[in-house]
């Protein structure tokens, strides 16, 4: 008797539809495909813009693949199904993070726009921004010197001219 009820509880409890676990069973055939073409593109082919691509993609198709897994272990131990598919999750978002990243960087390969002086001035700007994140932090009043100067370097000389000046170069398409 209490077999029945528990299972016909699992089956009430169980709101994945027959639709989405074809979906995630698709994306699971394509997240094997992908990877083998990701191994042989990345090991034998070394073609970068591939697997990058395949990086990329199995990232976003895994995490479909992650939630039918999900739905279908919940109802033995949630907690652990829940672990499971926050640790999957994170490690697909990365590997799709990692691919896209790395997808760009070839599809834009080209010299860097910013020149030396314009760099160091960026870094200026940087610098005064943390300075300034800092000083509110730990100085709360807004007329201390340690917040007044930097806010003033920063918000009438250093941001403005920083963003005029690569405004400039990036409208005229000006390379180093």
Partial sequence: MATIAATDRLEVGSTTSSAYERFAGVCAVLVGALTFLYSVSFIILVNEPLSSFCLLANGLLASAVLVALYERLRASDASFALWALLLGLAG??????????DLAGVLHQHAPVDPKPLGYLGYLVAALQ???YLGRLI??????????????????L?????????????????RA
């Fill in 92 to 101: 697909s978002i990365g590997s799709a993070i990692h691919g896209g990243y």
């Fill in 130 to 132: 943390i300075i300034l």
């Fill in 139 to 156: 100085v709360f009043d807004a007329k201390n010197p340690v917040i007044v100067v930097p806010a003033l370097i920063a918000g009438f």
């Fill in 158 to 174: 250093a941001t403005p001219i920083f963003f005029i000046w690569l405004g400039v170069r990036l409208w005229r398409g000006a």
